[in-house]
């Protein structure tokens, strides 16, 4: 019993259930075609228990822009038409950032951004925008070369836009150098940078990357019923939780429908959203105060009173309306960061001037340019595809690339 027990709450203050330790199920590994398009909103479940059309009359991520790191964002499809701007392609390969190749990033930027239209994904920040960063994951087309330091290339592309978010529904089980230096980066830019923390907590749960560096956020999913979903990651490197189960998503890159689905990747998504709800309504804060008052303004539920951090939850539930409608949260220090309690350097707020999204002939050269993979060999899926949860060990590749042998991560969409 006690491998299963999570830390658990009916929705942590949002319906007013106490919060409990309970086994919680595991989420199916199949997911189930929704006919039809309209039905993916019947579906979103959070937005009533988030108490979204409350918040909408306050803020609605107004002036705020997220960058996404992801499989590419498809801006063509009728609830992101006008949401999505230009981004980067940081694989090398054939394509743009709009070409995604998987339908998951698409996904996340919907549930950010999404305005509805044509009965697809609302978001829960309709007036934010997307700028999407297309990096290699599982599902890239086989064979194709890719550059294989392109999370890093990504992730500072993203730190050198006006984007003030950054969400990354991607993560690999190796901690790489350079990606560290992007992170500590793009903190050093002043951005508020979210990860998923993975879907194998009922697996192997070992710590992944982006979300175990402690300049980000790592995001845990939760369920309809509060609890903490079995498969979503715990540990240290869990800051806060998520709606992430039973979330709808595009069943593929023909955008032709919408599955049941969950994981991580939409806990990250939702996370990332109500910092930029919090943000439009004090576009004048530092990525540290927003970051504050959502840790502060989390849903803990009565039983947890102190100021202690779970393993499952982090910090707690966000609830971005507790602070939009009755000031939950206190801002703080602007420059004190409340992931490691040091000093940052950025101090920027979402109103300072920023350079726009770079073009792939302005994308940082540190070499990485040189190093190409195929893809589909070296790169998988993370927690959940399209067709289910992909759990379990991660293998290292090794392949010989100018001389010398670098290990490549495998990638897996979470």
């Given at each position: 019993m006690t491998a299963g027990l999570r830390h658990a709450s009916g929705?942590?203050?949002w319906r007013g259930l106490a919060c409990t330790l309970a086994l919680v199920v595991a989420w199916p590994l199949a997911s189930a075609p929704i006919a039809e398009a309209a039905d993916a909103q019947s579906g979103q479940?959070?937005?009533?228990?988030?108490?979204?059309?409350?918040?909408?009359?306050?803020?609605?991520?107004?002036?705020?822009?997220?960058?996404?790191?992801?499989?590419?964002?498809?801006?063509?499809?009728?609830?992101l038409k006008g949401q999505v701007m230009k981004g980067l392609d940081a694989t090398d390969a054939a394509g743009e950032a709009t070409d995604d190749y998987d339908?998951?990033?698409?996904?996340m930027a919907e549930l950010i951004a999404g305005t509805g239209t044509g009965g697809g994904l609302r978001g829960l920040a309709p007036s934010a925008k997307i700028?999407?960063?297309?990096?290699?994951?599982?599902?890239?087309?086989?064979?194709?070369?890719?550059?294989?330091?392109?999370?890093?290339?990504?992730?500072?592309?993203?730190?050198?836009?006006?984007?003030?978010?950054?969400?990354?529904?991607?993560?690999?089980?190796?901690?790489?150098?350079?990606?560290?230096e992007a992170v500590k980066y793009a903190q050093s830019k002043g951005k508020l940078v979210f990860a998923a923390v993975g879907n194998s907590g009922n697996k192997a749960?070992?710590?992944?990357?982006?979300?175990?560096?402690?300049?980000?956020?790592?995001?845990?999913?939760?369920g309809r019923d509060g609890k903490v979903a079995d498969y979503s990651q715990h540990g240290d490197f869990v800051d806060i939780?998520?709606?992430?189960?039973?979330?709808?998503?595009?069943c593929d890159s023909s955008f032709t429908k919408y599955c049941d689905g969950g994981g991580t990747s939409a806990a990250t998504a939702l996370a990332s959203a109500s910092a930029a709800l919090i943000w439009s309504a004090h576009p004048d804060w530092t990525a540290n105060q927003v970051l504050r008052v959502m840790?502060?303004?989390?849903?803990?539920?009565?039983?947890?009173?102190?100021?202690?951090?779970?393993?499952?939850?982090?910090?707690g539930v966000v609830r971005p309306n507790a602070h939009i409608t009755r000031g939950l949260g206190k801002p703080?220090?602007?420059?004190?960061?409340?992931?490691?309690?040091?000093?940052?350097?950025?101090?920027?707020?979402?109103?300072?001037?920023?350079?726009?999204?770079?073009?792939?002939?302005?994308?940082?050269?540190?070499?990485?340019?040189?190093?190409?993979?195929?893809?589909?060999?070296?790169?998988?899926?993370?927690?959940?595809?399209?067709?289910g949860l992909i759990l379990g060990g991660v293998a290292v590749v090794v392949v010989l690339a100018t001389g010398a042998f670098a290990v490549i991560r495998r990638r897996r969409t979470t």
């Open positions: 929705w942590l203050g479940w959070y937005l009533d228990a988030m108490r979204a059309d409350e918040t909408w009359k306050k803020a609605t991520g107004e002036g705020i822009k997220v960058a996404v790191i992801d499989t590419g964002v498809n801006p063509s499809t009728p609830s339908g998951h990033g698409t996904t700028i999407p960063f297309r990096i290699a994951a599982q599902s890239f087309p086989k064979g194709v070369k890719v550059n294989s330091w392109d999370d890093s290339v990504a992730m500072r592309a993203a730190a050198d836009s006006d984007a003030q978010i950054i969400s990354v529904s991607i993560g690999n089980e190796f901690m790489e150098p350079r990606e560290k749960n070992k710590p992944e990357y982006p979300a175990n560096y402690d300049e980000v956020v790592g995001v845990a999913a939760i939780a998520a709606p992430g189960d039973d979330v709808p998503r595009w840790f502060e303004s989390a849903g803990r539920g009565e039983e947890w009173k102190d100021n202690s951090k779970s393993q499952y939850l982090g910090h703080g220090d602007p420059t004190l960061s409340p992931l490691t309690n040091k000093r940052t350097a950025g101090g920027s707020s979402a109103g300072s001037a920023a350079p726009s999204a770079p073009t792939a002939s302005d994308a940082p050269n540190d070499g990485s340019k040189s190093d190409a993979v195929a893809a589909g060999s070296s790169k998988t899926a993370d927690g959940g595809s399209q067709t």
